[in-house]
């Protein structure tokens, strides 16, 4: 049940590797979800050190779940509460079959993965918060309101933390926007979008919040998507930590590779995509012209040895 | 048990042979019963009883709209804190603790009273505010009733009666609604209303009998309601609707035995509620049996009271764990003096629900009598027992749930004089009530789910004033009206998170100020009427409602050969086209037009 579908993106005898867990080892049949973990969550992953976890809370008597659950529904078009686990997009990210939904209507919820670093994750609306928040219902408004000129928000706010201990930072991701005076530009997200995670931690806490408040608190349905979920891993088990290094960081075209010996060197976009591959002989120049700006992550590998190190590209 | 008892007595009574009729239908209201309010039935006669309400009391109708669900609220009173009776047995939903007055058409009643104040001694849980009483006696009358009016609005009554010793009486009443009515937005925009159309069907059949020293009348009321859910302002998508089903089946004896009064009503009451949105979501059916037994003995300076009320309830619903049941069995009794200048009651009611006791109730009321100015005093303690929904909802439902209870008290004051052809009546109410335990769904640290607790107590106090004349100036012209006013104040004591309040805070669609003003002028055959409501602001979930005044014109022209009667009447509802909202994001309609066409034989 809790397996884990592992996309090595490098590195596979490598000190360091990069998963995409997009959650499709639950082998889940089309259309059906689960919102019941065995325990306190869904553990993606269970070799030591490499695990993903998503918290769960099931409620037998009601049958209810909050934090997160797996899904595999496709509906997209019909409101309201009974379709509560069907993302709008009508699929996973990159058009696979299954991806959590997560519901924080009372708090936060979080992700963490002890002995990783989280990169970043697809995220989208679930079909019964963006049609609420396109077309209205009972208790929630439609975004823009009676006369569609509403500042109205659905925002995710993603606070990072280590060990459950947040570090202050946080960056916001709008699930929608309508703030803008012209209101051509208001938009509902509707397909998956990728959100970087920079600040190489293992856990984020998860919130979201609302211009549609009550005296009940927030009318939007609380609810989000994500998937693809992409983490660095440190296995120390195997292999020896390199002694190389990358300069300058942040880098404008050039990178300059200090080590000592022959070595593949792989840089990895952030959502774990392979855009530049060469071999090196000691130390060395890279041209990264092609390269957008953004992180990376460079991995330089040896026979016996390998490290992974966070480049920036200006 | 109580049922086959009963039956049992009354075959052992039927071979007798005195016959004394005894009213079947009367409110069993204490001394105090000068804040007793009768409805004014013939004003319109297509109404709902939410509608007559509207257009007669100064009390605040929660109504969505149209067809759609409308729910009373008296003194600060939640609509589950006021007592809905038919022939002096609740018939407030078990699982919600409503009624919803808009599929009640009141032409089905003989007599309806709005009753302010608590009367929990006597009625039992959930009259805390006040109550609507509804009372059917079989008759020979035939009535037909046809109208139409604006937004597709179609409405159908006919009743007759037929019999001599068995007499009966059959009412049936369907009316249908577009509800497409438009509304203006604060920017000027123009919507009209979609998905408000519905349909409801009534049927009820009377009866009654006098055998020997028995009164025995029995009473079926079918209802069948079809309506969709109207959009929110801030919605434009959507196909919610509902369906109710409702059976009420009820049998009251009345007897003279041993010098006293002996009354029985019993009832039996399906509900079946579904909620619908592109599918069947939830279907809430509940059954509530229901018997209430007195007896009253009344001499020249005193009367006693002693009763007993058992009530069987059931509930099913997707939510909830199980088919849930509830047993509800509650004893009074009520001692009244009376002397030249005063009348004095004690009221005492105990209850126990599943064998557990609720709150001991006692009541305590006098009032003085004589001369042009009466005044009354009454001390109570009022309870509302949990909804089963409060009980058994999944998710949220709390078995250990209290009783909300609490205390209250009023004094009334009123003035009459009647000279010639000129009367007028004027009186004068402040009260002031506490209730503890108030039940609130509210959102537990740690949970995900909301759940009630008795967190709150609310303190709701305010006064009621009244002026009516009435004026008849020549044999062709009479000149009335009838002014309500009503200020209520009712303020949560604890501060809550949610909904979020603070201490002071006035209780959600409250509104402090309530107004009425009915003017009728009758010259011969016509009448016209001019009804005036005011309500200032008022507290929704998400934002506060304006207040708003609405003006209807009613013109009547009544035609009477011997026992045929036809009235014509022409409404302009909303004739100055206000826009407002009872309900935040759910817009009135604006001016609206019908014309109604009754018959009556007597």
Redesign the interface.
């Known amino acids: 049940m809790k397996t884990f579908y592992t996309l090595l993106l490098c590195c596979l005898v490598g000190l360091a590797h990069s998963q995409a867990t997009s959650f499709e080892g639950l082998n889940l049949p089309v259309d059906t979800f689960v919102n019941n973990a065995e325990g306190p969550g869904f553990t993606f992953n269970e070799d030591e050190g490499d695990e993903v976890f998503l918290p769960n809370s099931y409620n037998a008597t009601y049958m209810s779940f909050s934090d997160f659950a797996i899904s595999t529904m496709t509906d997209t078009e019909t409101a309201g509460f009974t379709n509560q686990y069907s993302v709008i997009s009508g699929s996973g990210a990159n058009e696979s079959l299954t991806y959590a939904v997560g519901f924080a209507g009372f708090g936060e919820t979080y992700i963490k993965t002890p002995g990783g670093t989280i990169g970043g994750f697809y995220v989208n609306n679930t079909t019964y918060a963006a049609l609420s928040m396109r077309d209205g219902d009972t208790f929630a408004k439609k975004f823009g309101g009676e006369t569609g000129d509403d500042p109205d928000f659905f925002l995710m706010t993603i606070k990072y933390a280590n060990e459950g201990i947040p570090t202050g930072d946080s960056i916001n991701f709008y699930l929608a926007d309508y703030r803008f005076e012209d209101n051509n530009l208001d938009y509902i997200v509707e397909d998956w979008t990728y959100i970087e995670i920079t600040s190489g931690v293992s856990e984020i806490i998860i919130s979201l919040s609302s211009s549609d408040n009550g005296a009940f608190g927030m009318n939007t349905p609380a609810y989000f998507a994500i998937d693809d979920m992409n983490v660095f891993f440190l296995n120390t088990k195997e292999q020896e930590l390199l002694n190389a290094n990358i300069f300058p960081n942040p880098v404008d075209n050039i990178l300059n590779i200090e080590v000592e010996q022959s070595a593949n060197v792989d840089i990895y976009s952030i959502e774990g995509t392979l855009v530049h591959s060469e071999r090196v002989y000691g130390n060395a120049q890279l041209h990264i012209e092609h390269l957008f700006s953004g992180a990376y992550y460079v991995n330089i590998t040896t026979e016996t040895k390998a490290v992974t190190k966070k480049m920036i590209k200006k | 048990m109580i049922c086959i008892v009963l039956w049992l007595f009354f075959l052992g009574a039927y071979a007798q042979s005195d016959s004394l009729y005894i009213d079947t239908v009367y409110i069993q209201s204490s001394t105090f019963s000068s804040s007793h309010k009768v409805l004014l039935k013939d004003n319109a006669p297509i109404n709902n009883l939410a509608q007559s309400i509207q257009q007669s009391e100064a009390v605040y109708v929660k109504n969505y709209g149209g067809l759609s669900l409308a729910t009373l609220s008296i003194r600060g009173s939640s609509s589950s804190q006021t007592g809905i009776y038919w022939n002096n047995l609740s018939i407030n939903n078990s699982m919600l603790g409503l009624l919803d007055l808009s599929i009640i058409p009141s032409s089905f009643m003989e007599k309806s009273a709005l009753v302010y104040g608590s009367e929990s001694t006597t009625y039992g849980s959930g009259n805390i505010g006040g109550g609507l009483y509804m009372t059917n006696e079989a008759n020979k009358s035939i009535r037909l009733s046809s109208s139409m009016g604006s937004f597709g609005n179609y409405n159908n009554s006919a009743q007759v009666g037929f019999g001599n010793k068995l007499v009966s009486s059959i009412k049936v009443q369907y009316q249908s609604i577009q509800n497409d009515y438009p509304y203006t ?3 000027g ?1 123009v919507y009209t209303l979609e998905n408000g159309s519905g349909s409801q069907f009534n049927a009820m059949y009377n009866s009654a009998i006098s055998i020997g020293k028995n009164d025995l009348s029995f009473n079926y009321w079918h209802t069948s309601a079809n309506r969709n ?1 109207p ?8 196909n ?1 609707s509902t369906k109710d089903f409702n059976d009420r089946f009820n049998l009251n004896l009345n007897r003279n035995i041993y010098g006293g009064f002996f009354e029985w009503n019993a009832g039996y009451f399906i509900n079946n509620n579904q909620f619908f ?3 069947l ?1 939830n279907e809430n059916i509940n059954h509530t049996l229901s018997n209430r037994v007195t007896y009253k003995v009344i001499r020249t300076n005193f009367s006693y009271t002693i009763g007993l009320d058992e009530s069987y309830l059931t509930g099913q619903s997707r939510n909830y ?1 199980q088919k849930e049941t509830q047993h509800r069995i509650a004893a009074f009794t009520n001692f009244s003096h009376r002397n030249k200048y005063l009348d004095f009651d004690i009221r005492l009611r105990q209850e126990f629900i599943n064998s557990s006791l609720v709150p001991f109730i006692p009541e305590i009321s006098i009032s003085k009598k004589g001369g042009l100015i009466q005044t009354a005093l009454k001390l109570n303690r009022v309870y509302r027992n949990p909804t089963l929904n409060d009980l058994f909802w ?3 439902g709390n078995s250990d749930l209290l009783a909300e209870d609490g205390w209250g008290g009023e004094i009334h004051t009123e003035f009459s004089y009647k000279k010639g052809k000129f009367n007028l009546v004027t009186s004068l109410t402040g009260y002031t009530r506490s209730v503890d335990n108030w039940i609130i769904w509210t ?1 537990i640290s740690g ?4 759940s009630p607790r008795n967190i709150n107590k609310v303190w709701s106090r305010g006064v009621e004033y009244s002026f009516s004349s009435k004026v008849r100036l020549n044999n062709q012209l009479e000149l009335s009206n009838s002014f309500n006013y009503n200020l209520n104040l009712s303020t949560f004591q604890e501060a809550q998170e ?4 603070e201490i002071g805070d006035q209780l ?1 669609y409250t509104p402090v100020h309530q107004l009425n003003n009915n003017f009728s002028l009758v010259r011969g055959k016509f009448e016209g009427r001019f009804i005036t409501r005011y309500f200032s602001s008022s ?5 506060e409602l304006e207040p708003y005044i609405t003006g209807d014109l009613h013109l009547t022209y009544k035609h009477l050969i011997e026992n045929h009667r036809i009235n014509i009447q022409f409404q302009v509802n909303n004739i100055w086209n206000e826009s407002y909202r009872i309900i935040e ?1 759910r817009p009135m309609a604006g001016r609206n037009f019908l014309l109604n066409i009754t018959y009556k034989l007597n």
């Open positions: 937005l604060s920017n925009d859910i959009y929110t302002t801030r919605q434009s998508s959507g919610d949105q592109t599918e979501i764990a999944a998710p949220g959102l949970s995900s789910f909301f949610f909904p979020r309040k959600l507290n929704g979930i998400n934002a994001f």
